[in-house]
Nanobody
Framework: QVQLVENGGGLVQAGGSLRLSCAAS????????MGWYRQAPGKQRELVAT???????NYADSVKGRFTISRDNAKNTVFLQMNSLEPEDTAVYYC?????????WGQGTQVTVSS
């Protein structure tokens, strides 16, 4: 299986920046798409951004131009640089990794943006 450990969440003022990281370990030899999802209180989990092993990216419309996803394949790590944060970005952010043998999730990291 694959274990995902997230870091980088916290409290920031509106307009500020945070950088999330997610390191994968275990059965990582065939990871394909990695990405970030988020879930705000009372809402469903939603896609934030994904990146394939070939570095093709996909973003939710709400974060385009503000967030950047990147990946270090040698270290099995995915990053999410979040700029111009808004209170609406407040949520628990979850790392996700997909392979032909499964779909894996991290434990989540809280991001809180104060107005």
């Amino acid at each position: 299986q694959v274990q995902l450990v997230e870091n980088g969440g916290g409290l920031v003022q509106a307009g500020g920046s945070l950088r999330l990281s997610c390191a994968a370990s275990g059965r990582v030899f065939s990871l394909d798409t990695m990405g970030w999802y988020r879930q705000a209180p009372g809402k469903q989990r939603e896609l934030v951004a994904t990146i394939t092993s070939a570095a093709n990216t996909n973003y939710a419309d709400s974060v385009k131009g503000r967030f950047t996803i990147s990946r270090d394949n040698a270290k099995n790590t995915v990053f999410l640089q979040m700029n111009s944060l808004e209170p609406e970005d407040t949520a628990v952010y979850y790392c996700n990794a997909r392979a032909y043998y499964g779909d894996f999730w991290g434990q989540g990291t809280q991001v809180t943006v104060s107005s």
